[in-house]
């Protein structure tokens, strides 16, 4: 599928990047550790239960794959994503059904109990996602210019988006088509079906706020409290 | 640049990409700023009031003296143990870890479960230091619930009031137990328990914040406020001005430290008219009559009308309603029949029957009745021996034998067809223009929340109801009432020649701390409310009959004020060199037709010859005013020539044996 050679591997080091990461993970840490260590009786806690030590060892786990992905190069990473995609999508349909996903108190089923800790499908499926589609991306300009390769992308990001809005969790659901439309936007996908498509959306998004916003309350559309209070403060970080 | 570099790289819709994300960027950039910086005012003003708790410091509260100084309320020290929530943190989270066990639980799970912790260690600590006190603790989950919720950064109080004993206690196993540390508090004390108890008035506590003194206070230390008496009257006065400490709190609402604004400045003490050896004299006078007796005791200087002992029976213990009182106790205080709470002197109005003839004669002899005219009291054809007075069809008995009666005779021996007749010839509105001329019906405006002004109509007010029988039963103090206060006005009122004075409770606030300006804040000099237009004459024949009343055979007080020796028959005055001029009086209390009960009186004034003190005893259900009321004057009067007479400057001469 791939026919446009690749960025052949350099030992160039990515600075910029690794400096803004490393910088990123500074911050995080100092953030968690100031607002956790108020907390009663975090000082009592034995270090490897305070969670700013937590995030630490997170790093470190995360650097070493990090690394390890590096080693491995991108190839095989390309040809496996297609499954990665769909299995975490099947996770994500795994999540909804009651004995599996845990609710954690919450409305929400969101979670998958792995005994000493539970993991969020709808986070492994947004990183399978950009995977998935970078690779399905990956394609001669000519055949990103065929409408089936649109609107296959577009099901393909609607797919993950749905299942999460289902649990529900609104705001992870809602990464997953932008995230799709910038990537198709960058790798070629002619212009007019991206604005066609956002113009269409759009039109959709304004008349769904328009009645849950200034409905009267028996037409307007079931939201969370939390969620409609969102919308009156900042309508634009819906 | 490195930032900038970033922008050249890859195709044309990647840079497009890359400035939106960024422009994003600056957004949310944007919106920090105005978070961090525009709105920082805001933000940190509520962070201000979410650190800081206002407490309000009550004053201590000033001291109640008797007209020497003597106390009769005053604050003693209790000891109160608190406990320090924020002291308990650690073993909160100690037992919190503990219970938890490592277990997962949810959010709402772990709630409760610090919840119940928290009260288990809180719980468990006041058991602990209740076995060291030897009681039991009455704190329940409940009110430690609400109390964390509310206040966490304000000690919970265990325990209020300890024994010396309790302290010791403590003090030696204090190490042991975290978290728990003594506190002094001013708590109100009345050395003289129930004596005084009506006069003095209590004090209801108010533990919950008063926004709407001076307001903004998160919570006010346990503060008090008079609820009635005089604890009412000068409760502004004596309560002084409170301070105000902070609190800072941290984000849970654990108190972090302390920081006083402004000390409280203790109230005026009041100095009152009373005199407290009187007053014990007549509190123990009038319970001699046993510890039921529903009564009142009123003694006033004739002369400026000082209130000098004010005894209402039975009688409340102020010291009670200074920790809250139990539903049992609550009951009992609040008894239908007894009415311990009730001030009789002042609250109570009752027919003041046969010692309104002393108003019923000054109305009639002002009219022109001639003390020595005789008038003839009928035989009463029911009861051999006994007089009667016929009006229409309606009898009124007489207690004294039919024949001709003068003036004093009749008052001596108070014949109701004597003061009927002279009362119906002087007339209604004689009568009562009389009556109100001495203030009856009217209330003196004491402030203590405890007065009555009592059933005393004007004439208007009767035009065309009265009949001819209401106007002889008023004769007779039977149709209005009166409060044994206003009798002791009229009273006094006769004796010093037609002053009618102020009762006064109260000489003058004192400050606690003197300053340039003086010890006295502000004085209470004697009032005159009025003087009687009734002639000198007239009051001279009416205290001449009262000294008949009490020391002439026959009159209805001589056997209380005189004493006859079983050996000799000589007849001596129970209290020497002292002569006391007094008025009996028996209402009756109908229902319907039928008797039901009297109210017995005694009003008096003393020495005869230069009168300086009225008495007046009020007994409710009592024998006759002159067998139950007069005997407990004469008491007080001993007690009066005793506390008062100037002492003989040599010893007491010894009287040689013949």
Redesign the interface.
Known sequence: MRTLPLKPPTDEVDW?MILAVLGLMTIGTLFIASTTL?R??AE?LPWHRQEHYKQLIWYALGAGLGVAVCCLGHSPIARWSMVCYWVSILLLVTVLIPGIGTQ??WEARRWIDLGPFQFQPSEVAKLTFLLMMAHYLSRPAAELRQPMTFVKALGMSLLPCALILKEPDLGSALVFVPMGL?MM??A?VPGRFLWRLIGGAGLIIVLLLADILFAPSEWQLKLEPYQRRRQKRNPCSA | M?FF??FRK??E??Q??AIGITLGLLLLLAGLWHIQIVSAKRYRASLETQTYRTVRIPAIRGKLLDRDGRVLAENRPSYNLNLYLEEL??Q???A??KARAGRRL????RAQLAVEVRWLVASNTIDRISRFLGEASTITDRDFRLHHHQWPYRPLAVRENLSPAQIARFMENAPNLPGLDIEVQPLRHYPCGSMAGHLLGYLTRDDMARDDDEGGFSYSLPSYEGAVGLEYLFDDELRGKPGTKSVVV???CYREGEMIWLTASPGHNAVLALDLPMQQAAFEALRSLGPGTRGALVVMDTTNGDVLAMVSSPAYDPNEFVSPLSHERWAVLNDPRLRPMFNRTTQGAYNPGSIFKIITALAALEHGLDPHAQIQVQPDPRRPGRGAIFLGRRKIDDTVPPGDYDFKRAFMHSSNSYFVQVGLQTGRDRLLAMGQQFLLGRHFGLGTRQEVSGYFPSPQDVLGIWTEGNLANACIGQEITVTPLQMAVMTAAVANGGKLLRPRLVHRLERAEPGPEGAVAKAFPPRLLGELKVHARSLATVREAMLADTEEPGGTGFAAFQQKNPLTGQITPRIPGFRVAGKTGTAQVKKGATVIDHITWFVAFGPYDNARYAVVVMVESGDSGGRTCAPVACRVFQALKQRFEPAPATAPRLVSRK
């Open positions: 910029p108020a009663e009786g009592t954690h108190g910038a936007f960058v070629g | 490195l570099d970033q890859g195709g819709r990647l497009t990409l943190r650690p909160f989270q100690e919190f870890t949810t959010r709402a799970e941290n984000s849970l």
